[in-house]
């Protein structure tokens, strides 16, 4: 996999851990999904951010996330 394949991935599912944790902290429950995603993205983003370190910025985000998308749906 590439790596800005797998940073795309992990701020996906690391913007997934957000209703999750609404949902849970408004249900009364532990927020243990939550916790899982954000784990989970995190530790995706910081394996991309590892991999190759100073190449990633939040100002080139966007176009790398227009690019990873473009990638899947050509």
Same mark, same amino acid.
């Given at each position: 996999?590439?790596?800005?394949? %797998? @940073?795309?991935l992990?701020?996906? %599912?690391?913007a997934m ?8 902290f408004?249900?009364s429950r532990?927020? *243990?999904?939550? @916790? ?7 530790g995706?983003?910081?394996?991309? %951010?590892? =991999? =190759?370190p ?10 790398? %996330? ?6 899947i749906? *050509?």
């Amino acid at each position: 996999m590439d790596n800005d394949f %797998i @940073l795309v991935l992990g701020v996906f %599912i690391g913007a997934m851990a957000a209703p999750s944790l609404v949902s849970s902290f408004s249900a009364s429950r532990s927020p *243990r999904a939550a @916790l899982m995603y954000f784990v989970v993205g995190g530790g995706l983003i910081s394996w991309a %951010i590892y =991999q =190759q370190p100073n190449t990633y910025s939040v100002d080139g985000m966007p176009n790398l %996330i227009v690019s990873v998308l473009a990638d899947i749906f *050509r």
